[in-house]
């Protein structure tokens, strides 16, 4: 049996809901976890609400390996996330002496004053881990099989490349894809009879409009190279014969 | 008190979290809804499952005004959406005579065959209502207060266009920026008693970081106009005292 590994993002922000902040760190996990073998199952998009938080998180923490959250981890009162992971986990959230000790630093080395507002920033969930920001020293950090991560999308990345060697990866997902000129509406049959005669691999048919005309991609994915390229070959051959 | 109307939406794909697709429609809802004083509070994503289709629509419509879908109503075996909201209302679903016309007729002007696959998009759940598709003909359709529309963004905004004006709007969310070079940890205490003196806004402080240094904008967000602008006076003053 191939290994899976499963996966869910829980991205945090009014701004991501009022159209403000058009949201760039899911499609870039995505394609990470992609990568690793990791399979992106769900993603919730919720409020500076610590109610929808604490619901979301627990719901997803429990169902997936890993979750995956953005946002809501810098130094102002809209800042809510770590306190409502402390409380979606139940356990207490003070100001962390290791994560003091790098801002008092950062704050020392640029002049900066060491404000009660850059000290929230050191507010960690009791038993949680730090995640290294190399790009604004504020860390996020590892609680259970959450990752709590920042909104920044350069921060979020830089984040994750912190946490990507600690991640338990699923077998490769392999993937095939067949460019096409016919309409889905000319193969869906077809294809749904290659689907049912490859059960180990996931078929999907991707229609793209340009504006004038239509093209759409099929693609196979699966875990078993025998299977994916067997699906791939039935879909040419399937496609050929049009 | 102001009248607020709420939304969520519901993307639906695996090419969404394979990250093959980069969504583009979540934004543009986003975006949309807030023209109309609708208030988008919640956004999953999941795969073409139907378990988590049914058990995700059925949380989310019982819990806010509306709901939007996008995604898996094309004619091919991964095109799951219609007959999962079937079973998430409870409602038979058969081929729909209107839609077979509609579809029959595109397919007749444009010398297609009406292959079934074709027949498939004609899927719609008992009781639901039509949205035209003014780009590509095959319908979306609304069932009870959830408004299911194609994936291809061209189209969703297409069908967002029919659904509008058949929706009840909120009262306008009216909105005031404030660009500021200090840093968050600058003004991040002052701006929280800011937030407690003005209970009526939503104040939001967002960084950006251009990979050398932040900038912020702080976002007042309400439905009451005077307190937006006493709320906007207020932060004003305060950066100005830094």
Request: proline content about 5%; some cysteine; hydrophobic content about 40%.
């Given at each position: 049996?191939?290994k ?19 949201d760039?760190n899911?499609g870039?996990?995505?394609?990470f ?9 769900e993603?919730?998009?919720?409020a500076?609400?610590?109610a ?12 997936y ?17 770590a ?6 986990f139940?356990?207490t ?7 003091m ?8 080395t640029?002049?900066l ?10 507010r960690i969930?009791?038993?949680?881990g730090?995640i290294d920001?190399?790009v604004?020293?504020a860390?996020g950090?590892?609680?259970g ?12 990345q830089a ?9 338990e990866?699923g077998?490769p ?17 077809a294809?749904?009879?290659i ?10 048919s ?6 004038k005309?239509?093209?759409?991609q099929?693609v196979?994915?699966?875990r ?6 067997a699906?791939?070959?039935a879909?040419?051959?399937m496609l050929?014969s049009l």
């Amino acid at each position: 049996m191939p290994k899976t590994v499963t996966a869910a993002m829980l991205a945090i922000g009014d701004e991501l809901l009022s159209g403000r902040t058009k949201d760039k760190n899911i499609g870039y996990l995505a394609d990470f976890l992609t990568l690793k073998g990791i399979d992106l199952k769900e993603v919730r998009i919720v409020a500076d609400d610590e109610a929808a938080i604490v619901e979301s998180l627990n719901a997803l923490r429990e169902r997936y390996t890993y979750v995956f959250t953005s946002g809501g981890i810098g130094p102002t009162h809209d800042d809510i996330t770590a306190d409502a992971i402390a409380k979606a986990f139940g356990v207490t959230i003070d100001h962390d002496p290791r994560a003091m000790e790098l801002l008092a630093a950062h704050c020392a080395t640029r002049g900066l004053e060491f404000t009660d507002a850059r000290k929230r920033m050191a507010r960690i969930p009791d038993g949680a881990g730090l995640i290294d920001n190399p790009v604004s020293v504020a860390p996020g950090f590892t609680i259970g099989n959450v990752h709590v991560m920042a909104g920044v999308p350069s921060i979020f990345q830089a984040m994750l490349d912190q946490v990507g060697p600690t991640l338990e990866g699923g077998d490769p997902l392999l993937s095939k894809s067949v460019d096409c000129s016919f309409g889905e509406g000319d193969y869906g049959v077809a294809l749904g009879e290659i689907q049912k005669a490859h059960p180990d691999t996931a078929i999907g048919s991707y229609p793209r409009f340009d504006g004038k005309s239509y093209s759409t991609q099929i693609v196979i994915r699966g875990r078993d190279e025998t299977a994916v390229l067997a699906a791939e070959a039935a879909v040419r051959e399937m496609l050929d014969s049009l």
